[in-house]
């Protein structure tokens, strides 16, 4: 297999490196205090297209697919991650669901301004009761004669209240379980609408994430996507990118926090010497390395089986479980290798430390990636 990229992917991630380094990057701080990506930066992004990265040009995107828009992620979460979890909120799960169940019609409504950054996206799931079991859900979408009424209650939605346009799942046939979920576009200015404060976290604290109310929203039968009931395939596929996404993110800030600690290493002094000539810490590098390295391998490879057109859940799920471990440990390491100083709010480390934690959490807990991935197994009788 052919891992090398053409002229084109390199200089798109030549122009998101530079972006990131020398816009993002001086802010990475001042977004971690106040809690929030400034619309400059999110205006930014649009201007250079990586709002719209991964699709056809036919929608106002530029047609870099999955690899591309990978490599935008992976310089942006060298940078800051919560700039990187906005652009992910918005097109790997927001816009994408759009675009992989959406009707022609929707598709060339919604698109080109969700493309061009006009309007920011969101992808609704989770629920109070309903996170992992995704079954559980209920918000409620009642048919009436030209519309379906939406009541219900989601959490922990990245970019919610920000965002504009929003695919949202909810229960359209009760006693049919996940053959009863249906999926709809939902825009915040709809009448009964509403987005709660957004939520203090650990870490990723400039991406905005609230909980999202509806009472009595009624949504135009136009914009139910794909059929109904077909809603958890739906998710289920939409989730399958949005895995990928988090796996370019983790590599990443893998890789930054591995250029931070050879840079320590080989400037602090102790014993003598730097600690780079010290046994221990250079066998802290080789494993932060050898996670790299594999992370590095497995992203852009099932972002090749992603964009050939075939089916990729079971890599998207191993890239989710893999990279969100192994970036746990490489800063980790990280944080041992700046010693007292990796522990302090004044060095970027200890932000990336916190906002590492989430990516084995959210698009889908590692026990889940656990369970897919058995399944994907089991019933493909070979590896």
């Known amino acids: 297999m052919d891992f090398s990229f053409s002229e084109e992917q390199r200089m798109l991630q030549d122009t998101a490196r530079k972006f990131a380094q020398n816009e993002v990057k001086p802010l990475a701080a001042q977004i971690d205090l106040e809690c929030d990506v400034p619309e400059s930066i999110i205006r930014q992004m649009a201007d250079l297209g990586f709002m719209g990265i991964v699709f056809p040009e036919e929608y106002g995107g530029f047609g870099f697919g999955e690899i591309g828009y990978c490599l935008v992620q992976e310089e942006l979460s060298r940078a800051c991650a919560s700039t990187s979890i906005v652009l992910g909120g918005h097109e790997s ?72 346009v929003y695919s949202i799942f909810a229960r359209t046939d009760e006693g049919k379980g996940t053959r009863g979920i249906s999926t709809f576009i939902v825009e915040k200015s709809m009448p009964g609408f509403r987005a709660g404060p957004p939520e203090k976290k650990m870490g990723i604290r400039g991406s905005h994430t609230t909980d999202i109310f509806m009472e009595n929203v009624r949504v135009p039968k136009e914009n139910l996507m794909g059929t109904r009931g077909a809603g958890f395939k739906v998710a289920m596929h939409t989730l399958d990118y949005g895995r990928l996404s988090i796996g370019a993110q983790c590599l990443g ?110 698009e889908g807990t590692n ?14 009788q070979k590896y």
């Open 253 to 362: 800030a893998a890789k930054e926090a591995l250029d931070m600690s050879i840079t320590h290493a080989n400037t602090r002094e102790q014993f003598g010497g730097p600690i780079a000539r010290l046994q221990a810490i250079q066998f802290m590098l080789a494993e932060m390395a050898t996670d790299v390295y594999a992370m590095e391998s497995m992203v852009y490879r099932a972002a090749a089986k992603c964009d050939s057109g075939e089916r990729f859940t079971r890599e998207a799920s191993i890239v989710k479980l893999f990279c969100s471990e192994a970036l746990g440990r490489v800063v980790d390491k990280a944080v041992q290798i700046h010693g007292g100083m990796g522990y302090m709010s004044e060095y970027p480390i200890e932000r990336f430390y916190r906002d590492a934690r989430i990516n084995r959490i959210f």
């Open 93 to 164: 799960i927001g816009v994408m669901a759009i675009y992989l169940a959406g009707t022609e019609e929707q598709r060339q409504k919604f698109l080109p301004e969700l493309c061009a950054g006009e309007k920011l996206a969101a992808f609704a799931l989770t629920e109070p009761g309903a996170g992992s079991d995704a079954a559980a859900m209920r918000t409620t979408a009642t048919e009436e004669d030209d519309c379906f009424v939406l009541n219900g209650q989601k959490t922990f939605i990245t970019n919610g209240g920000v965002a504009e």
């Open 367 to 380: 026990e889940i990636q656990r369970l897919v991935i058995a399944r994907e197994v089991l019933t493909s």
